[in-house]
């Protein structure tokens, strides 16, 4: 059957796209670290569970302070307040 074949192509390619996302990411990440070893400073990566996004948190290593957290408060606390309010809009209506 074609339409089953060019499915299992499609996936096969879906999956090799996605593996290769995967590793070049790693490739990111690793060159990242690199570099950053030069600089007297550390990445914190954590996740907002409320917003669903992603904090990077830059310290300095001398100190622990942070020196910059993207995306900024202001950002995660509007993210969290249009969550909140999907709850109240739409579950009356859906």
Do not use: C, M, W
Not at 20 to 34: C, P, T, W
Request: glycine residues 4%; neutral net charge.
């Amino acid at each position: 059957d074609r339409s089953s074949a060019a499915s299992d192509v499609y996936k096969r390619q879906s999956i090799n796209e996605l593996a290769q996302g995967q590793q070049d990411y790693k490739q990111a990440v690793n060159e990242i670290n690199s570099v950053l070893k030069k600089i007297p400073t550390s990445l914190h990566f954590q996740k907002d569970e409320v917003s669903n996004r992603f904090i990077v948190n830059v310290t300095d290593l001398a100190t622990g302070d942070v020196i910059r957290s993207l995306p900024g408060d202001a950002v995660l606390r509007i993210a969290r307040q249009l969550e909140s309010l999907k709850g109240i809009i739409f579950d009356d209506k859906f």
